[in-house]
């Protein structure tokens, strides 16, 4: 079996998870070859806009295996997000070089800001596209003519792919592994990850309690956090107002102001967040999963879960067991691309 060859674009300022994540994750997949040995599904090229090394976010530095000018032909390019994308020269660059390559590449997927490099070729134009929850504003406002969701953790549209925040990258090269050989092989990849294959919900169910950490310097601290680790106590306005020192009436408010929403709602969603991975573990009857996360009768948790996500938790938990299924019996040969857009469920 030829191995498909998957090209990542390295410059200075680049993100190193957006970058080596996805490279560890198409190293690790593997087949089982005609005399047992595993065989390589993907061949991994680091391409620099140079041959000299170059600098990630973090300080690392990075050498790549070729040049823009030299790089092989690519059955997959990926275009890491970071700073030197946002704001430096290589995202001119980068985009240049897209646009005089993209017929001869089968797809092409960006990973958190790395659409600032994807985005000035007008090969994303009029598609459903995401970035990392912080820049979807300033991505929708500088690229008008694309269709931003902030909450995917990634999109695909045609032969484009995007993905969100950081460690999304991870979820993104599942899913085309996936895409390419199977569930069984990206199954395999997660498992040595240690990641989940289909990590459940978008961005906004980690964006927003950092958010809220984040944005919050002074009483609401450290409250994302404590709710989070106490799903399962009394998280009434009374008691999360008491906690943050406020009376009931100030501490709506200055809720309302800084996230756009209720406490009250703002709690349902942490809880059903942490209930859908909880179904999936498939360890806890449905009753054990609404008490876990806090909800004081299984009728009110089905009913929440339906109204948020369109599924029962039965149905949905089926669907899991049935993926799952699929992933232990399922074949290592190439599929078809299919839809993986998965934002909110």
């Avoid at 047992?36 to 391409?47: D, F, L, N």
């Avoid at 690392?60 to 823009?68: K, M, N, R």
């Avoid at 070729?121 to 694309?146: E, I, M, N, Q, S």
Wanted: charged share 25%; with cysteine.
């Amino acid at each position: 079996m030829k191995p498909l060859r998957v090209g990542l674009i390295g410059y200075d300022g680049v993100q190193g998870l957006d970058l080596i994540g996805p490279s560890d994750a198409f190293t690790i997949a593997a087949v089982e070859g005609e005399n047992g040995k595993p065989e390589a599904c993907y061949e991994v090229t680091v391409i620099g806009l140079t041959g000299k090394p170059f600098r990630a976010e973090s300080g690392l530095l990075l050498h790549p295996h070729t040049t823009l000018r030299d790089a092989p032909a690519l059955d997959t390019l990926v275009i890491p997000g970071g700073r030197g994308a946002r704001i430096g020269p290589a995202s001119a660059v980068i985009a240049r070089w897209i646009s005089s390559r993209t017929k001869k590449i089968r797809r092409i997927a960006s990973v958190c800001t790395g659409i600032y490099a994807l985005a000035p070729t007008g090969l994303l134009d009029g598609r459903a596209v995401t970035t990392h929850w912080r820049f979807a504003h300033d991505v929708a406002r500088r690229f008008p003519k694309l269709r931003v969701d902030p909450n995917a953790l990634f999109l695909k549209d045609g032969p484009f792919y995007t993905a969100g925040g950081i460690t999304a990258s991870v979820d993104l090269a599942l899913a085309l592994i996936e895409e390419d050989y199977g569930p069984r092989v990206s199954l395999s990849v997660a498992r040595e990850l240690v990641v989940y294959l289909k990590r459940p919900g978008g961005q906004k169910q980690y964006s927003e309690p950092l958010q809220f950490q984040c944005d919050s310097a002074d009483r609401f601290a450290d409250l994302a956090s404590w709710m989070l680790g106490h799903l399962r106590s009394d998280l009434s306005l009374e008691t999360l107002a008491k906690r943050a020192c406020l009376s009931p009436r100030h501490f709506v408010r200055r809720f309302k102001q800084t996230f756009g929403g209720t406490p009250a709602a703002f709690v349902e969603n942490l809880r059903l967040d942490d209930a859908r991975r909880r179904l999936t573990e498939r360890t806890q009857t449905i009753e054990s999963v609404a008490a876990s996360v806090g909800f004081n009768s299984d009728d009110a948790f089905r009913r929440a879960f339906q109204r948020r996500f369109g599924v029962k938790p039965s149905s949905y938990r089926s669907r899991f067991e049935a993926r799952a299924t699929s992933s232990s019996n399922g074949t290592t040969s190439r599929k078809r691309p299919r839809q993986l857009s998965r934002s909110k469920r």
